[in-house]
């Protein structure tokens, strides 16, 4: 019968990672949402000189 399993093995480390996920890097997020906004002022541009 187990009693408790340590983090030290496989699916300790399992248990572990689901319990305290790492925190998220938002870097990509910021970029992506920099890239939309270059896109649509290159789009209003074009509009507007069209």
Same mark, same amino acid.
């Given at each position: 019968?187990?009693?408790?399993?340590?983090?030290?093995?496989?699916?300790?480390?399992?248990?572990?990672?689901?319990?305290?996920? @790492?925190? !998220?890097?938002?870097? +990509? /997020?910021?970029?992506?949402? @920099?890239? !939309?906004?270059?896109? +649509? /002022?290159?789009?209003?541009?074009?509009?507007?000189?069209?």
């Amino acid at each position: 019968m187990v009693i408790r399993t340590g983090y030290a093995t496989t699916k300790g480390e399992l248990v572990r990672s689901i319990l305290y996920p @790492k925190p !998220i890097d938002l870097k +990509f /997020l910021k970029d992506s949402f @920099k890239f !939309i906004f270059i896109l +649509f /002022l290159i789009g209003t541009l074009a509009l507007w000189v069209q």
